[in-house]
């Protein structure tokens, strides 16, 4: 307030202080800054100036670099946290789609066969969480996937009655 061109000049050390508190006070709320970060630098930079000015205008220009240097590193921050949401949204959309397609395979792989208990609860269970790794891992086209499926397969068929003697003998190579 002692340099009546503070307000007039757009450059003036102060008016751009003035400027910069201004907007980073604009959107703040109570949420954003939940560790009230930006709060106390704010109060840090009023109390600074309360201190230190006397008639030197560079305080100004000083507190306004490093305001600015907060405000970049505050950004930065939120950025990285941004990424990091989105990454794990990401995350989470693909594991559901992989559970989906896992318990596609096996429950279409289930349906309309008398299948004993344990096969049963291998493959809705631990064969499952196999498949959803291997989805994750792999992806559906992969050779692990079809493997894993293959093996499923294998494993349906070595628990249904054998009638033949071929399907005997292709239970015993199975199993060696």
Do not use: C
């Not at 340099?3 to 109570?30: C, N, T, V, Y």
């Not at 792999?138 to 249904?160: F, M, N, V």
Request: charged share 35%; net charge negative.
């Amino acid at each position: 307030l002692l340099d009546r061109q503070m307000f007039a000049q757009k450059s003036h050390p102060a008016r751009k202080l003035l400027d910069e508190l201004a907007h980073a006070g604009i959107g703040w709320s109570e949420e954003t800054d939940q560790d009230n970060r930006l709060l106390r630098k704010i109060e840090g930079i009023v109390e600074r100036l309360l201190t230190e000015f006397d008639d030197d205008i560079s305080v100004f220009s000083n507190a306004l670099d490093e305001f600015r240097d907060f405000m970049s590193k505050m950004e930065r921050r939120a950025q990285a946290a941004e990424r990091r949401t989105a990454e794990a949204s990401k995350g989470r959309e693909k594991l559901l789609t992989a559970r989906k397609r896992a318990a596609k395979e096996v429950l279409g792989r289930l349906k309309d066969r008398d299948v004993p208990p344990l096969i049963h609860d291998i493959l809705t269970r631990p064969w499952a969480n196999v498949l959803v790794l291997i989805y994750l891992r792999q992806g559906d086209e992969s050779e692990q996937w079809q493997k894993a499926l293959d093996t499923a397969d294998q494993l349906l068929w070595s628990g249904e009655p054998k009638s033949t003697d071929e399907d005997q003998r292709r239970l015993i190579d199975i199993r060696a």
